[in-house]
């Protein structure tokens, strides 16, 4: 098994079992509520209609159905990309459950080899998705893609993990980190800089953050320095 298919293999398993024993927006997860960055953007798109909302590797719907609650009445749509088909059922069940299955449209794609349109969308979303494409060339490809597909006023964000660390609690041995793109946090965001020239930075920020989790059956210490990006495409 290649390394890329580990990797995949784990980030499956750990997603299937969250989605599975976790319900969206209940305390004791990830899945708790959305990332306060994401939500609030919305007051800037008060004054528009027929918004189009972009979630690559929307999971179960953290941030796609109150980005959906909130752009309802306004002729509103979001796109929801993910490659799981436990993210993607789940998605659909609470998407009914929250009377917005209207609003939200779901696509079972790699989000790495996903073709965006062009100038289709005044918001588009990534949270911890774009570091588990391929490689690095995708990656830049992604983005570039992102920015292509973006109205103008529209907005990018994005948060995406650096320098990650995984160590085994119990021995404290440091292991492979299961990250497809793992970048030093300043090689990431000068990349960034560098996609997003002549766009309006709203925020830029870096937050080291660690968390435990399961790895084959073993608690480890996961460290990250987790890269908040939200820029907007001038006229």
């Known amino acids: 098994m290649s390394r890329l298919d580990l990797i995949r293999k784990e980030e499956k398993k750990y997603h299937d079992f969250c989605y599975e024993n976790y319900k969206l927006f209940e305390e004791g997860s990830w899945l708790y509520k959305p990332v306060k960055t994401v939500m609030d953007l919305l007051p800037l798109f008060n004054n528009h209609e ?10 179960v719907g953290r941030n ?3 980005i959906a609650q909130e752009i309802k009445n306004k002729n509103g749509k979001v796109v929801c ?15 009914a459950e929250y009377e917005v299955e209207e609003i939200i449209e779901t696509r079972k794609a790699d989000i790495g080899h996903y073709e965006i349109t062009k100038n289709e969308y005044d ?12 490689s690095e060339d995708i990656f830049d490809n992604v983005i570039k893609q992102m920015a ?10 994005m948060i995406i993990n650096s320098e990650v660390e995984e160590i085994e609690i119990e021995s404290n041995k440091k292991l492979d ?17 560098s996609i997003y020239e002549g766009w309006e930075v709203l925020s830029q920020l870096v937050k080291p953050l660690e968390y435990q989790i399961v790895r084959n059956e073993r608690e480890v210490l996961l460290k990250t ?11």
């Open 50 to 59: 027929d918004i189009r909302v972009l979630d690559l590797g929307s999971g």
């Open 64 to 66: 796609s159905i109150p």
């Open 81 to 95: 990309i993910d490659l799981l088909d436990s993210a993607l059922d789940k998605l659909k069940r609470y998407s």
């Open 123 to 134: 918001l588009i979303v990534a949270v911890s998705t774009l570091e588990h494409v391929e």
């Open 148 to 157: 292509l597909g973006t109205k103008n006023n529209g907005i990018n964000c």
């Open 177 to 193: 980190a299961m990250m497809e793109v793992n970048l030093k946090t300043v090689n990431m965001i000068n990349k960034l800089n």
């Open 225 to 235: 320095n987790a890269i908040t990006y939200v820029a907007r495409k001038k006229k």
